[in-house]
């Protein structure tokens, strides 16, 4: 089973990093699942990843429960909803129209509703007391 977790991160990790070049192939939700199933799969791996100078910070925010920058939730918005309704267009058939945009829906509201928006402070500004 270690095996398929890391196979599975490794191709997630690979559509993450192609996700960077490519417009509507997104990174993030694809370097999550990398550190998922690394996570499941090598210590080592995982490690890596999270270590990683592009994507650690990010990532470990992420699994730490500090959520994601407030410019990485208006891309990611943008850019589902820029996908999404350019395959409604191609789609002829309700059904399918319907569940292109409840899937829209559903990830919107997951990504403004539940997951947390990273707070940055300003460098000069001292961290809060507990």
């Known amino acids: 089973m270690r095996l398929f977790f890391n196979?599975?991160?490794a191709a997630a990790l690979l559509l993450g990093i192609l996700g960077i070049f490519l417009p509507l192939l997104p990174t993030t939700?694809?370097?999550l699942l990398a550190s998922a199933c690394f996570a499941r799969g090598s210590t080592r791996l995982h490690g890596w990843l999270l270590s990683h100078r592009v994507f650690g910070e990010y990532l470990r925010n992420f699994e730490a429960g500090r959520g994601i920058p407030l410019k990485a939730k208006v891309v990611a918005t943008v850019m589902l909803w820029a996908s999404l309704l350019g395959a409604l267009g191609k789609l002829e058939h309700p059904a399918l129209q319907g569940l292109v945009l409840l899937t829209g829906i559903c990830v919107s509201t997951y990504l403004w509703r539940y997951l947390?928006?990273?707070r940055t402070r300003a460098p000069d500004q001292a961290p809060p007391l507990p």
């Open 7 to 9: 196979i599975a991160g």
């Open 29 to 31: 939700p694809f370097l």
């Open 116 to 118: 947390p928006t990273l």
